[in-house]
């Protein structure tokens, strides 16, 4: 729906060109004619305003008079841009200086709108400071957090705050991991479109009441790496809610708790352990089995090299959104699992050299890592972009060659 706005404003500007062109070419009844009607649609939005008080079917005279102040603001700008364009048409000659007065004024309002549509003010007054944020903060841990019932948290908030979420308000994210954290509700990867899985990538929720009776929604917090769970006490959780074996009770003050989820897996780990799906559906078997291990990962097709088992470590030296860098030890070759996102724009390198990413349980990022010391380095390079980049710079070459083309055309056609 946001995009089809953009292609509207695109259509309305190519009317309003050859609009602009049909009024400057006119003949002199035509030209007020083309103008008599924005002038008769200004006039019945002014008289509407000076009635609708008197008549009190809307607005009121309160948001009556507000409506007038606007009206003066837009009045003011067409009657402005209506006095340059006679003057353009009576005076041809003038139209680099007319046209530029025209852009200054659409500009000028399109300045306007956009700082009241997008106030700035400090950042406390959006986000203030709160004291379970800021307990988040200083675990200095890529490990993630969820609210928890009425422990509402708004997951776009994590990114403001430096703080990592499952869960995302309307963004932008590959089809593949909306399928996966909507299977948290039934166990079940749904690969059709619904009213579910929209535009928001949001774990099943939850209150008191179901929180323990959802395993599936536990494995995909699991895996996911979600440390931190959020509690408030208008939940009224006990322990039956967060039994103590599996959740750590470290943060209370007079609003929210925090708990410890002891069986999360870190978002980053090493493993020799994997298995093979060919369908969603099988998928979907193996993984939510209560018994399948999330050590063991899931992969597409099987890998061309023997893993070994013995002691593996991963550090992380640098996590940054586009740009990961981690240190491996491992005694045989291992799957070094990265629970962020599969996308075709990442690519990973051990020790500078370009290795392939898997894709691994169903959303998710996986390498090969040789056995020994090894830097890995993650970093996003989307072909896209530079496509984006290439189209872009080739047609402002192409509209500058084509502008400079019918200017010379035009001057010769005149000698």
């Known amino acids: 729906l946001t995009l089809s706005v953009f292609l509207f404003c695109f259509c309305l500007s190519i009317l309003s060109g050859f609009g602009f062109d049909r009024v400057t070419t006119a003949k002199t009844h035509k030209f007020f004619y083309w103008l008599a009607i924005p002038v008769l649609v200004f006039a019945v939005a002014l008289s509407s305003i000076f009635l609708e008080p008197h008549l009190h079917l809307f607005l009121g005279i309160i948001h009556a008079k507000l409506a007038f102040k606007n009206m003066l603001l837009s009045g003011g700008l067409f009657v402005s841009t209506s006095l340059l364009s006679y003057m353009l048409w009576k005076k041809k000659s003038w139209l680099p200086i007319l046209f530029t007065l025209i852009l200054l004024l659409q500009l000028v309002d399109a300045w306007r709108f956009f700082t009241k549509f997008n106030p700035f003010v400090p950042q406390q007054l959006v986000f203030p400071t709160a004291n379970v944020i800021t307990f988040l903060q200083k675990q200095n841990s890529i490990n993630r957090f969820w609210s928890f019932g009425a422990a509402s948290i708004e997951a776009n908030f994590a990114t403001q705050e430096n703080i990592y979420s499952p869960n995302g308000y309307d963004p932008l994210y590959p089809k593949w991991y909306g399928e996966f954290i909507q299977s948290s509700t039934t166990g079940n990867v749904i690969t059709t479109f619904t009213d579910q899985t929209r535009s928001d990538a949001v774990i099943a929720p939850s209150d008191a009441k179901n929180f323990a009776q959802n395993p599936f929604r536990q494995k995909v917090l699991?895996?996911?790496?979600?440390?931190?769970?959020?509690?408030?006490?208008?939940?009224?959780?006990?322990?039956?809610?967060?039994?103590?074996?599996?959740?750590?009770?470290?943060?209370?003050?007079?609003?929210?708790?925090?708990?410890?989820?002891?069986?999360?897996m870190p978002r980053i780990f090493l493993t020799s352990s994997y298995e093979i799906y060919n369908s969603p559906k099988e998928f979907s078997q193996k993984f939510f089995n209560s018994s399948f291990p999330l050590s063991t990962i899931l992969l597409e097709k099987p890998i061309d090299m023997q893993l070994s088992r013995g002691e593996a470590t991963v550090r992380v030296l640098s996590y940054l959104p586009n740009h990961i860098i981690l240190r491996t030890n491992a005694s045989g070759s291992k799957l070094l699992f990265l629970s962020d996102t599969y996308y075709p724009g990442w690519k990973a390198f051990v020790d500078n050299k370009e290795t392939p990413i898997l894709k691994a349980d169903y959303a998710f990022r996986a390498i090969i890592i040789p056995s020994g010391v090894h830097q890995v380095i993650f970093t996003f390079d989307s072909p896209s972009f530079k496509i984006g980049s290439v189209v872009s710079v080739l047609s402002l070459l192409l509209a500058a060659g084509v502008i400079i083309y019918f200017a010379t055309a035009k001057r010769h056609g005149k000698k």
């Open 222 to 264: 699991n895996l996911l790496g979600v440390s931190y769970i959020i509690d408030t006490l208008s939940n009224a959780s006990t322990q039956e809610t967060f039994p103590p074996t599996i959740y750590q009770k470290i943060y209370q003050d007079s609003a929210f708790s925090i708990y410890k989820n002891n069986t999360a």
